[in-house]
C-alpha cells in the first residue's frame, strides 16, 4: 500500500498572504508531512479505538517529556482538572482559590463538583495568579464559612505562575497545589518542567494549544502512586479490576486512541516547536517594546507562548478592528474576567475587588502567534500594528 499523502499544499517562502492565519496549523502539517496521517491509519486498521496501545505510548513519552511519574492521559484539559479535583475528594463545603483571569474551565470545575471557586487577583506584568492574593482568598473563603483546601494556579499564555512564591503561601496555610497547565505544558520553572509542579498538574490538548491534537484531549501529571491510581479508576468510571467492577464514582474521561496517535507525531517535534515560539516572542518584544506592553517573563521560567498577548491602554477594540481591515487577526483572551461573568458572579472574591483582572480585560490583545510564523508574516503583523496604533 503506498503512503499517504498530505493534501496541505506548501507555502512560498517570503510570501505574505492575507490575511494571514492566528494559528497555521497547516504549516505544521506540512513540516509532519504523511506520519500523523499513518498513524491515524494506523489505528484505524488495528481498531482499538477506546484505550488502544496508542494511549500507553502517549503516556510514556509524555512522562518521559516533562519529567512526571505519572501522565494520565483524558478526554480534555476541562475532564483533567475534573479529575484532578476528584481524586483530591474535592466537594461540598470546600473553596479552591482560582485567578478570576482565567478561561471557565478553571473554575467550572471546582463548582460542579458542589465546591466553591473563591476568585483571586492577578499580576499585571505576567497575567499569573498574585501569590499575596492568597491569603486574601483564604480570608474570604472563611468568611462564607468553607474549608479552604487547595490553590489551582492557571500558567497563563503559557508561563508557569511565580511557583516558589505560590508554594510558600500554600505551605503557611495547609493548602495543596494544582497546576492548570492547559496553555503552558512544554515550558519551565527554575529547573523544573510543568508537569512536574504542584500535588497535580493537567494540560489540554485543544487543536489551538501549543500541543494540540485533531480534537480533545488532555493529560494529568502527578508524582504521586495512589493519586494516579485514583485517576485511572476515575477516567474509566471508577473502575475496580475492570469497568464492570465499580469501586467508586466516576467519569467517561478517556483520550480516544486516535487522538494519541495523533499527539505520538507532534510531540516529535514539540521541543523543536518551543525553540521556534521563543524565536517569534523574542522578535516581538524587540520589536513592540516600545508600542505596547509586551510580555515579561519571570527570571528563571521560561514560556511556550500558547499566546502573545500585549498590553494596549488606549482605545484597544479600534487598533483590533484596524488590524483587521489590514488583514491581521487578533483574539481578546479574556473580555471578562469570571468573577464577572453570569454564571460566577456570586462566588466569593478575595478582598480587593480584583482590579487586575478587570483592568487587564479591558487592554489585552493576542497578536498571530505560532512555530511556523516566518519573518516576512511577523513584519506584516509589526507593520500593521504600528499603523493601528497610530489611528
Ligand atoms: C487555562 C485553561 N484551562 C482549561 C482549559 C480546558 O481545556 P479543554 O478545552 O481541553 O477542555 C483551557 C482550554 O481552553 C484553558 O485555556
Not at 500558547?306 to 491602554?313: H, P
Not at 484597544?316 to 483574539?331: E, H, I, Q, S
Amino acid at each position: 500500500m503506498s503512503q499517504p499523502q498530505p493534501q496541505v499544499q506548501p507555502k512560498p517562502e517570503g510570501v505574505v498572504s492575507a490575511p494571514i492565519p492566528f494559528i497555521d496549523l497547516g504549516a505544521q502539517r506540512r513540516r509532519l508531512g504523511a506520519r500523523v496521517d499513518a498513524a491515524i491509519l494506523r489505528v484505524v486498521d488495528h481498531g482499538r479505538y477506546i484505550m488502544g496501545p496508542e494511549v500507553g505510548q502517549l503516556e510514556e513519552r509524555l512522562r518521559d517529556f516533562c519529567g512526571a511519574r505519572h501522565a494520565i492521559a483524558c478526554a480534555s484539559g476541562t475532564d483533567a482538572l475534573l479529575l484532578g479535583l476528584m481524586a483530591e475528594g474535592i466537594g461540598r463545603g470546600d473553596a479552591v482559590l482560582v485567578p478570576s483571569f482565567t478561561f471557565a474551565s478553571s473554575a467550572e470545575v471546582v463548582a460542579l463538583l458542589g465546591a466553591t471557586p473563591v476568585f483571586v487577583d492577578v499580576l499585571p506584568e505576567t497575567f499569573n495568579l498574585d501569590p499575596a492574593g492568597i491569603e486574601a482568598g483564604v480570608a474570604a473563603a472563611r468568611a462564607a464559612r468553607l474549608a479552604p483546601r487547595a490553590v489551582m494556579t492557571v500558567d497563563l499564555f503559557g508561563q508557569p505562575a511565580d511557583y516558589d512564591a505560590v508554594e510558600a503561601v500554600c505551605a503557611a496555610h495547609d493548602l495543596w497545589l494544582i497546576a492548570d497547565a492547559a496553555q503552558s505544558f512544554g515550558a519551565r520553572y527554575r529547573d523544573r518542567p510543568v508537569g512536574t509542579i504542584g500535588r497535580l498538574a493537567t494540560t489540554s490538548f485543544f487543536p489551538a494549544k501549543p500541543l494540540g491534537c485533531y480534537g480533545d484531549g488532555g493529560a494529568v501529571f502527578t508524582d504521586d502512586d495512589a493519586i494516579a491510581e485514583r485517576l485511572r479508576s476515575l477516567r474509566v468510571h471508577g473502575k475496580g479490576s475492570d469497568k464492570y467492577d465499580n469501586v467508586r464514582i466516576g467519569i467517561n474521561g478517556r483520550i480516544d486512541t486516535l487522538q494519541a496517535a495523533v499527539l505520538i507525531e507532534k510531540l516529535a517535534i514539540f521541543g523543536d516547536e518551543i525553540v521556534a515560539r521563543d524565536a517569534v516572542a523574542e522578535r516581538y518584544a524587540e520589536a513592540l517594546g516600545d508600542l505596547v506592553t509586551v510580555p515579561r517573563v519571570i527570571d528563571g521560567a521560561t514560556s511556550v507562548w500558547a499566546q502573545y498577548t500585549v498590553r494596549v491602554s488606549a482605545d484597544r477594540d479600534g487598533v483590533a478592528a484596524r488590524l483587521k481591515a489590514a488583514g491581521v487577526p487578533t483574539a481578546i483572551y479574556y473580555p471578562k474576567p469570571l468573577h464577572q461573568q453570569t454564571a460566577y458572579r456570586d462566588f466569593p472574591v478575595a478582598g480587593n475587588g480584583l482590579p487586575v483582572c478587570a483592568a487587564l480585560s479591558g487592554e489585552v490583545l493576542s497578536l498571530p502567534m505560532h512555530p511556523y510564523l516566518d519573518a516576512a508574516t511577523q513584519d506584516w503583523v509589526i507593520g500593521a500594528l504600528r499603523g493601528a496604533l497610530d489611528g
